[in-house]
């Protein structure tokens, strides 16, 4: 079960409300980009980064140097977002168009990690996920490169989730207007590989497919 805080509540839709743990898991999994909030001395700024879960915290990664990265360093408190657009609710009046989605608000501070084992496991650990088995043939990273990243962690102990699903709402008055209702679907799909333009001759092509199950298209 996700945690009950006076900010994980929803206040509004209430009945989109999801509480369980694996939904947040999978929007996070499946999104991997989290909006990141901080508060500057010019005003809130709002930064999209890559993002991984490992278990029940949620890792990002940038240069030592990076203004978000020192902020959040710093164990200031800060507001995630993940959000999977999944298609639009065409109603029979404008007021009631809407859409489909899924989304996830983590609140907390990040620590930094800074043990450079542990920061190259979490780093490759990224890589596996979303190209199983790629940490087999690329050239890891040196210890250079890992002193010049900063790898930050937040956990998973206060968060909400909303998903919208529903069905198209019409007021009664309205069921009989001639207008064509349903939903426009979105999907989000993965594939296939395509080479690069510097890629040596003779290197068989590689299958990361599992990491995209249903979402990943053939050739």
């Given at each position: ?54 278990d029940d915290k949620v890792y990002v990664h940038g240069a030592n140097n ?63 996920q979303i190209a199983p088995g790629r940490c087999e043939d690329i050239r ?80």
């Open positions: 079960m996700l945690s009950n805080s006076s900010r994980t509540k929803l206040k509004k839709a209430a009945h989109k409300e999801r509480t369980d743990t694996e939904v947040l898991h999978q929007i996070i999994d499946e999104s991997l980009i989290a909006h990141i909030a901080i508060a500057e001395p010019s005003g809130p700024v709002v930064i999209p980064m890559l993002a991984w879960r490992v990076s203004r978000l990265m020192r902020n959040l360093s710093k164990g200031n408190m800060t507001c995630l977002t993940f959000t999977l657009f999944d298609g639009w609710v065409l109603a029979r009046s404008a007021f009631h168009h809407s859409a489909h989605y899924r989304s996830a608000v983590v609140f907390g501070q990040f620590e930094k990690i800074e043990q450079r084992d542990n920061k190259d496991q979490l780093l490759n650990h990224f890589i596996e890891l990273s040196s210890h250079k490169e890992l002193d010049a990243t900063m790898l930050l962690a937040i956990p998973l102990t206060e968060a909400s989730v909303k998903v919208s699903s529903n069905e198209v709402v019409d007021d009664e008055a309205d069921m009989d207007v001639p207008a064509w209702a349903g939903f426009i679907p979105y999907k989000t799909v993965v594939g296939p590989l395509r080479a690069s333009s510097t890629l040596n001759g003779g290197i068989e092509e590689p299958d990361y497919s599992p990491a995209y199950a249903k979402r990943w298209v053939e050739k």
